[in-house]
């Protein structure tokens, strides 16, 4: 089990073990999804688009363990791990996995690859800034880089602190894309091949 202390020694990184920090996680993501935030919050703090729900946190995590961080045995952050096998579980991440199908990375069609999404990461607000955001991204290389050749997200262009969080960890864009509702999307790639 990964298990990664962080100055001061009270915060933790560690993959999930129970139900109640799935329950934490699904939380803290109610708090951090556009629709309950005001503009400026959005573009000032960033914001997550996908609503989980138990029985698909679950499902996630019996193939491949997502990560959070803890303080005080509190989820304060969190990086959700989603392999193809999900790939039909929601419906907004379907436009995203129909483009994969058919996209190039280093001239090699990327579903000859070995490959996971990041299906959500996200920090409790008043513990952004301190590097936890990479800490969780650097948990999930350590835990996962020996069975995967790149990890993908995709990032509303409009989510510009996220955009720039992901580009200072080692994600390059690949392509940009607009979704059914007018959202314009940044498919982002880590190549862990590279990072060995």
């Known amino acids: ?12 990184i560690k993959e999930v073990e129970n139900e109640q920090e799935l329950n934490e996680i699904l939380q803290l993501q109610q708090k951090n999804i556009a629709a309950v935030l005001d503009p400026v919050e959005i573009s000032d703090q960033g914001f997550v688009t996908v609503q989980h729900d138990m029985e698909l946190l679950l499902n996630m995590h019996s193939i491949a363990p997502s990560l959070i961080a803890c303080h005080q045995q509190h989820v304060i952050g969190y990086a959700l791990v989603m392999t193809t096998e999900n790939r039909n579980s929601i419906p907004v991440l379907t436009p995203m996995f129909e483009i994969l199908d058919h996209l190039k990375f280093h001239r090699k069609m990327i579903s000859a690859y070995n490959f996971f999404i990041m299906g959500q990461v996200c920090i409790e607000k008043d513990y952004r800034g301190q590097g936890l955001f990479r800490l969780l ?38 392509h940009q894309y607009t979704d059914y509702s007018g959202e314009q999307w940044e498919i982002l790639v880590w190549d862990w091949n590279n990072s060995r």
Request: hydrophobic share 40%; glycine share 8%.
């Open 1 to 12: 089990m990964l298990k990664i202390n962080f100055p001061p020694g009270d915060i933790v």
């Open 137 to 174: 991204y650097e948990g999930l290389y350590q835990r996962h880089a020996e069975k995967y050749d790149l990890l993908i997200t995709e990032v509303a262009t409009r989510n510009k602190r996220s955009i720039n969080a992901h580009a200072g960890i080692g994600f390059e864009s690949i």
